[in-house]
């Protein structure tokens, strides 16, 4: 059965602190693997990554794919208390380009304490 | 450019009641999700859609059906709600092909309880 799991399940950090969040899947026929970021509504992309050893950065958060070892981290530098929210990771599989159905993982709840 | 709504942000049903849900986006996507999000289960998908007049089931299907009648719009329907269905909804849409890359653009959710 596919499967994504996400640790920790929850974290509380102080603003400054960099913390890292991890990501873990067994999925056939994978083809890409998104991040995203929850805060009480709806959830906002951050990162798609398709590719081994190929970081993508945006700001403070970066984030890299393992497909060998089949994981990936989520990593967020000198956090703010917006980043406060439930960081989401999801991996998307491929049946030939015809679907592109996510399977998520339960979610890290970071919170970040000024 | 309204991205992905939803309609009702929230409702209350009383078991054995029936309503629909309806997710409209405006970015000419192919493909409409729609989820259901529980405390300690993450998004699971209920159903999908790859194209106007089809539709296809998800992880858990039950107890809900969809209609994808025109392309923007994705209904969710729901027969004879039970409170196992408590629960808050997301529809997604996402471009179709291997460049869209399956990013999914998500609508504001829709908070149903039912007693």
């Known amino acids: 059965e596919d499967k994504v799991v996400q640790s920790p399940l929850s974290l509380v950090v102080h603003e400054g602190d960099t913390v890292t969040l991890n990501c873990s899947y067994e999925?056939?026929?994978?083809?890409?693997l998104l991040w995203y970021k929850q805060e009480k509504k709806a959830p906002t992309f951050l990162f798609m990554l398709?590719?081994?050893?190929i970081e993508k950065k945006s700001g403070r958060l970066s984030s890299i794919l393992d497909k060998k070892e089949l994981f990936s981290i989520l990593n967020i530098t000198a956090t703010q208390t917006g980043d406060s929210a439930v960081y989401l990771c999801?991996?998307?599989?491929?049946?030939?380009?015809?679907?592109?159905?996510?399977?998520f993982g339960k979610g890290t709840k970071l919170s970040v304490k000024p | 450019n309204a991205g992905v709504t939803q309609t009702p942000k929230f409702r209350v049903l009383k078991t054995g009641q029936s309503m629909t849900l309806l997710c409209a986006q405006d970015m000419n996507h192919e493909y409409m999700y729609w989820y259901r999000q529980d405390p300690g289960m993450g998004l699971r998908l209920i159903h999908y859609?790859?194209?106007?007049?089809?539709?296809a089931k998800g992880e858990v299907p039950d107890g809900y059906n969809v209609s994808r009648l025109k392309k923007q719009n994705f209904l969710l329907g729901l027969e004879s709600a039970a409170p196992s269905q408590t629960s808050v909804y997301f529809c997604?849409?996402?471009?179709?092909?291997?460049?869209?890359?399956?990013?999914?653009?998500f609508g504001p959710g829709t908070r149903l309880t039912v007693t």
């Open positions: 859609s790859v194209g106007e007049g089809t539709t």
């Open positions: 997604a849409s996402s471009s179709r092909g291997l460049a869209g890359g399956y990013e999914q653009y």
């Open positions: 999925v056939t026929n994978f083809r890409s």
């Open positions: 398709t590719s081994s050893g």
């Open positions: 999801a991996v998307a599989r491929d049946y030939g380009g015809s679907q592109g159905n996510l399977i």
